[in-house]
């Protein structure tokens, strides 16, 4: 049975990873999903090596999402919605909120690209 938590409580959730979630999960700056994830794990008192047996990947793939180094893939976000009781996408879109955001940023160093213009074809 899953625990119910009041979020407004900070006393409420009892996680290590509490302090630097909440600092990244400010509009400008999403939380990646393996800090996300980081969470979920520490909250069920498992090891990464636990979890990854679990889900039935390698220990060195989860490692690599939760600290950051690599993104989640859809077969790994089908895995953690069948373990962790999420819809099937919701770690894609946590993925994909924070490659937009970093491209964003990588947009701001670049130069701007000029819109295409349609022009009307003429009918003979």
């Not at 990873?17 to 979920?40: F, M, R, V």
């Not at 790994?76 to 946590?94: I, K, N, P, V, Y």
Request: glycine letters at 6%; hydrophobic letters at 40%; aromatic letters at 8%.
């Amino acid at each position: 049975m899953r625990k119910e938590y009041d979020f407004n409580d900070s006393k409420a959730i009892k996680n290590p990873y509490t302090p630097k979630l909440k600092k990244s999960l400010s509009p400008y700056n999403p939380a990646t999903p393996g800090e996300i994830l980081a969470g979920w794990i520490a909250e069920f008192n498992l090891s990464i090596t636990a979890f990854a047996l679990h889900i039935d990947i390698g220990r060195g793939v989860l490692s690599r999402v939760v600290n950051g180094h690599s993104a989640v893939t859809a077969d790994l976000d089908l895995r953690l919605s069948e373990a962790l009781g999420t819809s099937a996408g919701h770690w894609l879109a946590l993925q994909m909120q924070r490659d937009l955001w970093n491209a964003k940023l990588a947009a701001k160093k670049r130069k701007r690209i000029k819109p295409m213009i349609h022009r009307e074809m003429k009918v003979a």
